[in-house]
């Protein structure tokens, strides 16, 4: 297993991290397939470096912190390039229609780049809890059968030391073999979550952290602690970016 590097980036205030995340972002939308359009983070084995003839994806996270990107981006009406996909790190086994839905929560820029709907990839949570992960795993498989490239992937990162809906070493340890699983969350909600599996075959993955109370959380990533949840989920990788700004 290769050396897992997290390369932090430090931003000044939140405003300077939504301005770089918004550039980003709008990058890995519009760059056409096969234009190299990626960063300093890397696969194991270079699982990312498919031919992109099926296609690219992105992948957003939820939470608070990546929002007011996400709806300055929609308010430019980004042209995604042909072939875009997108799908979610995770989202909570709520409707869809709901303000807890990370969905929900971003479908300015969903309803902004208009693409077709087999192009995004919700969690159906109106499917029993279990179908619904299974299905969300079946169309990331169907992406990747595909030769789909996982271009651009968004991370949260709790105070917890969670990311996506992987809030245990056993949430880590269930998910192998698996690009997607049911999860029961501490706070007693259920979810489904993108595996592991599925974030080693990112070209470029990006945690996105903001605020104090993740301190802890951040050191123990940046000093690639195994007991991390966080960490476990991307110690596949031979490189993960942290967006980091205090405040």
Same mark, same amino acid.
């Given at each position: 297993?290769?050396?897992?590097?997290?390369?932090?980036?430090?931003?000044?205030?939140?405003?300077?991290?939504?301005? @770089?995340?918004?550039?980003?972002?709008?990058?890995?939308?519009? @760059?056409?397939?096969?234009?190299?359009?990626?960063?300093?983070?890397?696969?194991?084995?270079?699982?990312?470096?498919?031919?992109?003839?099926?296609?690219?994806?992105?992948?957003?996270?939820?939470?608070?912190?990546?929002?007011?990107?996400?709806?300055?981006?929609?308010?430019?009406?980004?042209?995604?390039?042909?072939?875009?996909?997108?799908?979610?790190?995770?989202?909570?086994?709520?409707?869809?229609?709901?303000?807890?839905?990370?969905?929900?929560?971003?479908?300015?820029?969903?309803?902004?780049?208009?693409?077709?709907?087999?192009?995004?990839?919700?969690?159906?949570?109106?499917?029993?809890?279990?179908?619904?992960?299974?299905?969300?795993?079946?169309?990331?498989?169907?992406?990747?059968?595909?030769?789909?490239?996982?271009?651009?992937?968004?991370?949260?990162?709790?105070?917890?030391?969670?990311?996506?809906?992987?809030?245990?070493?056993?949430?880590?340890?269930?998910?192998?073999?698996?690009?997607?699983?049911?999860?029961?969350?501490?706070?007693?909600?259920?979810?489904?979550?993108?595996?592991?599996?599925?974030?080693?075959?990112?070209?470029?993955?990006?945690?996105?952290?903001?605020?104090?109370?993740?301190?802890?959380?951040?050191?123990?990533?940046?000093?690639?602690?195994?007991?991390?949840?966080?960490?476990?989920?991307?110690?596949?990788?031979?490189?993960?970016?942290?967006?980091?700004?205090?405040?």
């Amino acid at each position: 297993m290769p050396q897992s590097t997290v390369i932090v980036r430090r931003f000044g205030s939140r405003a300077e991290l939504d301005a @770089a995340l918004i550039q980003r972002l709008e990058l890995a939308i519009t @760059a056409p397939a096969g234009s190299g359009a990626g960063g300093s983070g890397g696969s194991a084995g270079g699982r990312s470096g498919a031919s992109g003839n099926g296609g690219w994806a992105i992948m957003l996270s939820g939470g608070h912190t990546p929002m007011p990107a996400y709806r300055e981006l929609a308010s430019r009406s980004p042209r995604p390039a042909a072939g875009l996909s997108v799908l979610f790190s995770d989202d909570r086994y709520v409707p869809s229609t709901a303000t807890a839905s990370n969905y929900h929560q971003s479908l300015a820029l969903i309803d902004a780049l208009a693409l077709p709907e087999s192009s995004v990839l919700r969690v159906r949570t109106e499917l029993p809890l279990e179908a619904a992960a299974a299905d969300y795993e079946r169309r990331i498989d169907a992406l990747l059968l595909a030769g789909a490239r996982f271009r651009l992937g968004l991370l949260g990162l709790g105070a917890d030391g969670h990311t996506a809906s992987l809030f245990s070493s056993k949430d880590v340890e269930r998910s192998r073999g698996h690009r997607a699983i049911a999860v029961d969350r501490p706070d007693g909600m259920q979810a489904v979550s993108v595996t592991p599996e599925v974030l080693a075959h990112f070209q470029e993955l990006v945690f996105i952290v903001a605020g104090q109370d993740k301190h802890n959380a951040v050191q123990s990533l940046i000093n690639r602690d195994p007991a991390l949840p966080a960490f476990r989920a991307i110690e596949s990788r031979t490189a993960t970016d942290l967006w980091l700004a205090d405040t």
